[in-house]
């Protein structure tokens, strides 16, 4: 919201277009940790030997994986591609 508003102090003085490739900058990082922060997880289990995905936590955490990566690919082909 910040990135967009006209009345934001942070990007007032900021061209819509740069607010953009902001906006995608960002999303990137963001995703960049997301998948970080899980293959920290996945590669602990695995040298712990230990199961995957056998909690609610598990399954809702990598639903809402899936479902950030979807999102950031559709942003993407609408951003980038275009």
Excluded at 19 to 37: E, F, P, Q, R, Y
Excluded at 46 to 54: A, C, D, F, I
Excluded at 62 to 78: E, K, R, S
């Amino acid at each position: 919201i910040l990135v967009f508003s006209k009345e934001s102090s942070l990007f007032a003085n900021v061209k819509q277009k740069t607010k953009v490739t902001l906006h995608w900058a960002l999303n990137t990082v963001g995703v960049l940790c997301i998948l970080s922060g899980y293959a920290a997880i996945y590669f602990n289990k695995e040298q712990n030997e230990r199961p995957h995905l056998t909690t609610w936590h598990g399954w809702i955490g990598l639903a809402t994986i899936v479902y950030t990566v979807v999102q950031f690919l559709g942003g993407h082909n609408l951003t980038v591609l275009n």
